[in-house]
């Protein structure tokens, strides 16, 4: 089993940065994508951010790109996201997430097999 928990989140003013980080237990984490959601009130719960297992490959989007970047430190079982520029549409509660073993983004993208408790992130104009 794979458990995952978020921290970092906060209430910060538009344009502000702020990083999350995830921290991963249980079985090796190595070969997992791993991914950000969110989710903000009223609204589904949406994709933000992945990577690929070995890092290679990330995906972001639309409403992200260029603000936000994923990275992962596999020798600690971390998995970050940081948050630059933010802005009032970015207020949600943040979920990691990995894929099952050997996973690929676009697999974690459609559906995680683990998923966070959420972080909250608030970001005030």
């Known amino acids: 089993q794979v458990q995952l928990v978020e921290s970092g989140g906060g209430l910060v003013q538009a344009g502000d940065s702020l990083r999350l980080s995830c921290a991963k237990s249980g079985r090796t984490f190595n070969d997992h994508a791993v991914g950000w959601f969110r989710q903000a009130p009223g609204k589904q719960r949406e994709f933000v951010a992945a990577?690929?297992?070995?890092?290679?490959?990330?995906d972001y989007a639309d409403s992200v790109k260029g603000r936000f970047t994923i990275s992962r430190d596999n020798a600690k079982n971390m998995v970050y996201l940081q948050m630059n520029s933010l802005k009032p549409e970015d207020t949600a509660v943040y979920y990691c997430?990995?894929?099952?073993?050997?996973?690929?983004?676009?697999?974690?993208?459609?559906?995680?097999?683990?998923w966070g408790q959420g972080t909250q992130v608030t970001v005030s104009s």
């Open positions: 997430a990995a894929s099952g073993s050997r996973g690929l983004v676009s697999t974690l993208k459609r559906k995680p097999a683990y």
């Open positions: 990577m690929s297992w070995s890092g290679s490959s990330t």
